[in-house]
């Protein structure tokens, strides 16, 4: 068992954050690619107000918590459902009202996510999943031809599909006080693997990983994140003062496995509407959902993981 304090976290993420600041200095100084570092510059700058706004509340604890799980909540539940609903062709007139439901569907399945036991909450996933697939074998079976009331349900269920289950199960795992540290060491992975993986695919980046899905992953930045990770495993086995190695590497692979597939899950929402991002709240970031994606995805993942190899209480 290894136990890692949430302030040790913080601490390690903003040493992290000012040492990737000198890595821009220094390939500003170098002139490389200069209009690419330029908009590097840019996203580092947003990106220490999320490091701000992601750990305090795990610093603080208490009711700081649950309300930013239900801001969190609500604005993704209104940016899924702006690309869902037009991906289900909902008509113009409909789509701020199920904006509005698509708000107060994603904070009642955090709330689920909350108060009920794990079991409860998998069965609502299994549930959930299983009947926004069956909405896409209809919709496929009539053509695309479903009323208004079918297609904001789609919409609905989409948006449950992703973001809406790992966040409940984010959310139950948001309510043990005791995993307040995994949580913002999925945030410190996510943060870590995507921002070296935009670093790299700006700078060497040539081959296209996911071709139109996410047309700005490439392979080149994806293993420049994976390196990233694998050395920041060092600064973790360090200030835990060591550790297993397997159980750390688990985490790192968990951490760019949900990155990953975050990102994509997001993306596909967006391709499916012919959205570049979803409606923006922060600066160069876009959308909230854009910003969180990842990290909704990885601690469910980074804690499944935790829990199997024993590196945190269960």
């Known amino acids: 068992m290894i136990s ?34 330029a908009q590097m510059w840019k996203l580092f700058a947003s990106e220490g107000v999320f490091i701000a706004v992601a750990t305090l509340p795990f610093l603080i604890g208490g009711i700081a918590v649950p309300l930013v799980l239900a801001a969190i909540s609500l604005r993704s539940g209104w940016e899924c459902v702006y690309a869902t609903s037009r991906a289900w062709k909902l008509p113009p007139a409909a789509r701020r009202g ?3 439901f698509g708000a107060g569907f994603m904070a009642a399945l955090a709330a689920a996510g909350w108060f009920f036991s794990v079991q409860e909450v998998l069965l609502l996933s299994a549930i ?11 919709r496929a079976r009539s053509n695309g031809n479903v009323g208004a009331a079918f297609a904001s349900g789609g919409a609905l ?36 693997f995507d921002s070296l993986a935009v670093l790299g695919g700006k700078l060497v980046g040539k081959t296209p990983l996911f071709g139109a899905l996410s047309p700005n992953k490439t392979v080149e930045g994806f293993v420049t994140g994976l390196c990233a990770l694998g050395v920041l495993s060092i600064g973790y086995i360090l200030i835990a003062g060591g550790g297993p190695v397997l159980a750390w590497t688990a985490l790192i692979v968990a951490g760019a496995i949900a990155a990953v597939a975050g990102d994509l899950s997001a993306s ?5 509407a012919g959205l570049k991002d979803y409606p923006a709240i922060y600066g160069p970031q876009g959308g909230l959902l854009d910003m969180t994606d990842a990290w909704i995805a990885a601690v469910p993942l980074t804690a499944a993981a935790a829990w199997l190899l024993g590196v945190f209480p269960a």
């Open 268 to 272: 596909f929402h967006k391709r499916a």
């Open 157 to 192: 269920l989409d948006a449950g599909a992703f973001p809406g289950i790992p966040l409940a199960l984010f959310a139950h795992i948001a309510h043990q006080p005791e995993a307040y540290p995994l949580i913002v060491l999925a945030f410190i992975h996510v943060e870590i």
């Open 128 to 138: 959930l999943l299983a009947t926004c697939l069956a909405a896409h074998l209809v």
């Open 4 to 37: 890692v304090s949430v302030l040790d976290l913080t601490t390690l993420a903003w040493a992290i954050w000012a040492a990737g600041g000198l890595l821009l200095v220094a390939l500003t100084l170098a002139k490389v690619a200069p209009r690419s570092i």
């Open 98 to 100: 199920s904006q509005i």
